[in-house]
């Protein structure tokens, strides 16, 4: 089946610093999503990705879908210690049984006041 | 107030006894999906279901079952055939489409002893 390679697991930085996490995967995707969980609860959809080479924001948020549609990137700027979670990548595929997401393990963040 | 709900939060069950999870939406989406998240692990999906009366096995289906009677809910029964049935369970639903993005519930965490 598909698979989405994450990285990095996890990352512990310090307050005001930038972060960047990426997902690969062997599978051309037609939609690109990122998800936040905090702990205990549901992941929440962060930003959603859905034209190769496509770059989106949302607030300090900054994601891009990989010309090849086999990637994507999520970028935090200036973190705060709210930006502590899991964020996951999702990707979707074409049709048929490849509508649903496959999900990549997630990256731990932690921000240090 | 629109969305996904999960009930309940928490679940204490004894081991060798099946136990049912709710997941019921009002956002009128076709799909639902049940997924399992280990510690410092990924979403691994369980079962999924696109249409109402029809469901589809995800990659760790063993141990558990689902029913969709009705468009608006998805319950998932775990067995006592689940070997290691502790876990925090999603429920998630989209409208089944390409380009959809996937809105999760709060989860319930079982913790069977």
């Known amino acids: 089946g598909q698979q989405l390679n994450q990285s990095p697991q996890s990352m512990f930085i310090q307050e005001g610093e930038d972060v960047s996490m990426n997902c690969t995967s062997s599978?051309?995707?037609?939609?690109w999503l990122w998800y936040k969980q905090d702990p205990g609860e549901g992941p929440v959809l962060l930003i959603a990705l859905y034209k190769a080479g496509e770059l989106t924001s949302n607030g300090r948020l900054t994601a891009q879908f990989g010309i090849t549609r086999k990637d994507s990137f999520l970028n935090i700027s200036a973190s705060i210690p709210s930006d502590v979670g899991i964020y996951f990548c999702?990707?979707?595929?074409?049709?048929?049984?490849?509508?649903?997401?496959?999900f990549g393990k997630g990256t731990l963040l932690t921000v240090n006041p | 107030d629109g969305g996904i709900t999960q009930s309940p939060k928490y679940l204490f069950r004894k081991e060798g006894q099946n136990v049912t999870l709710s997941c019921e939406q009002n956002?009128?989406?076709?799909?639902m999906y049940w997924y399992r998240q280990d510690p410092g692990q990924g979403l691994r999906l369980i079962y999924y279901s696109q249409i109402v009366n029809d469901f589809q096995k995800g990659d760790i289906a063993e141990g558990y079952s689902v029913s969709r009677e009705k468009k608006e809910s998805f319950p998932l029964t775990v067995t006592s055939a689940q070997k290691n049935p502790t876990a925090f369970y999603l429920c998630?639903?989209?409208?089944?489409?390409?380009?959809?993005?996937?809105?999760f519930g709060q989860g319930t965490r079982l913790t069977v002893v």
């Open positions: 999702a990707g979707q595929g074409s049709g048929g049984s490849n509508y649903k997401l496959t």
């Open positions: 998630a639903t989209d409208r089944g489409l390409a380009g959809t993005e996937a809105f």
């Open positions: 956002l009128n989406h076709d799909a």
């Open positions: 599978s051309i995707f037609n939609t």
